[in-house]
């Protein structure tokens, strides 16, 4: 008797802005004292998406101390935003890849 396979849970595409601090290897300028990315992360949920960005970046010696979600791209066009074409490129590339893409990473000076 073979079991039917789970069911396939839809993956959606989060926008996440992850502030990271210092940490040795990190990658950042050298007088800055953390940074802002720009992510966007595929998952199931948000939590999955975060989860995801989160072990990602560690991976890649960051130092993530806090992430914002602001949504998939539908709630994002709801809520009023515009989304640009490069924005959506970026988005479609992180679903079909099943990954995190790092759009856009600003420094941060005291």
Avoid: W
Wanted: with cysteine; net charge negative; proline share 5%.
């Amino acid at each position: 008797m073979s079991e039917d396979p789970k069911p396939r849970r839809t993956q959606h595409v989060y926008t996440l802005v992850v502030e990271v601090g210092r940490k040795a290897g990190d990658g950042l300028p050298d007088k800055a004292t953390g940074a802002a990315l720009l992510c966007y992360a595929s998952g199931v949920d948000e939590a999955e998406a975060v989860r995801e960005t989160v072990a990602i970046l560690k991976q890649a010696d960051l130092a993530p101390l806090d992430v914002t979600g602001h949504g998939t791209r539908e709630e994002r066009m709801e809520a009023g935003e515009e989304i640009d074409e490069d924005e959506v490129a970026l988005m479609q590339r992180a679903a079909q890849e099943n990954a995190v893409i790092v759009a856009q990473m600003t420094p941060f000076y005291d």
